[in-house]
């Protein structure tokens, strides 16, 4: 099993910068592309980046390109999101998350959520 710890949410004004953590642990050698995920109030789980285990691929929503950037410590076993120039639209519980088979197949293991909320 995995075990994902998402930290560094918090309260940001507009135009505000975040960094989030994923912490992974337990038999990370089953994942091969960690994601980022966000659930803003009555809307569904939207994806938002995601990144290979190895760190050297990335993608991201159209909505976050330019904006936000993710990366990787290997000798961590943690993935970053990088939240820059925050808007109010960002509001939203971010979620981690890890996949043995790649993107379009799924994700296995997530983490429980850190809450991101934009607001002067």
């Known amino acids: 099993q995995v075990q994902l710890v998402e930290s560094g949410g918090g309260l940001v004004q507009p135009g505000g910068s975040l960094r989030l953590s994923c912490a992974a642990s337990g038999r990370t050698s089953n994942i091969v592309t960690m994601g980022w995920f966000r659930q803003a109030p009555g809307k569904e789980r939207e994806f938002v980046a995601r990144?290979?285990?190895?760190?050297?691929?990335?993608y991201y929503a159209d909505s976050v390109k330019g904006r936000f950037t993710t990366s990787r410590d290997n000798a961590k076993n943690t993935v970053y999101l990088q939240l820059n120039s925050l808007k109010p639209e960002d509001t939203a519980v971010y979620f981690c998350a890890g996949s043995r088979a790649g993107h379009y197949n799924g994700y296995d293991y997530w983490g429980q959520g850190t809450q991101v909320t934009v607001s002067s």
């Open positions: 990144i290979s285990w190895s760190g050297t691929v990335t």
